[in-house]
Structures are given as C-alpha cells and as structure tokens.
C-alpha cells in the first residue's frame, strides 16, 4: 500500500481500476456486470466500492466519489464518458460500443447527457437513499 501517493504508485501499474457506488442499485447493476465479465475474461480489472476502505486509496472524499464513475488506467483518472471510454476499451466486449460513443459528436452528446442528466439524476437519488437510510436509524 502507498498511502497518499498511491495514484502515483500505480502509474506504472498497467492494470484498470473502477471506483463505484455499490450501494447505488443503478451503478452496482451495470458495474456489477462488468466486474463479472471481467473476471469470467481474466482481465486485469479492480472494481473498488467506494464504500468501503479502499476509496481513501484514490485520494476522493466520499461525496466527489459518489458523483461519477472514475476510472484509472496507465496513471490517468478520468471519470464519466471519458472514464466508461477507458473501462470499455479494456474489454473485447465492449470496445465497439467505446468507438462508436467515442465518435465526435456521439461522445459530446453523451458527455451531456451524462454530466448534465444522468450523473446528477443518480447522485440525488444516492442522497435522498442515505438520508432515509440515515432517518430510520435516528
């Protein structure tokens, strides 16, 4: 373990690392059936829940983390598109989706749409679960 640094110490590190909200059921439902792939693949891909200890290691406060997907591959965080242009590129299933939203035009629409729609749309969602997770307990 690197501590603080460890986004340095993984820069030489070829393999792909996904952080995620498990506790999210749209982002465990999708993420989920790529860290099953992955490993039915044998490919070379973390998937770290952002709940547990391993999100201190990405340097992210929970918050920030539940946001977006992140991605780190080759040293380089992206989140969002870019960071699902990463993860898919890492898995012959789901290349040819990479290259067709990758396309100019498809990929600003969808960046769009995902920053603009779909992320927010999900991150309130995550929040209105734990205030009410947080209200039963209280």
Known sequence: MCG???LLCMKHDPDTRVLYNANCPVCNFE????????DRSGLPIRFDDLNTD???LWGLDSDTAARRLYV???G?????????L?????????????????????KQIAIAAYDHVLAPLIYRWHLSRVRKRSTRKA
Do not use: C, E, K, N
């Not at 965080?77 to 699902?84: C, Y």
């Not at 990463?86 to 498809?106: D, E, H, K, N, S």
């Open 31 to 38: 993420i989920g059936h790529y860290a099953r792939y992955a």
């Open 76 to 84: 380089v965080l992206t989140s969002g598109i870019p960071a699902f």
């Open 86 to 106: 990463v993860l898919w590129a890492q898995m012959p299933r789901y290349r040819t989706l990479g290259r067709i939203v990758g396309l100019p035009g498809i």
């Open 54 to 56: 391993a999100r201190a």
């Open 4 to 6: 603080p640094s460890y």
């Open 72 to 74: 780190l591959h080759d």
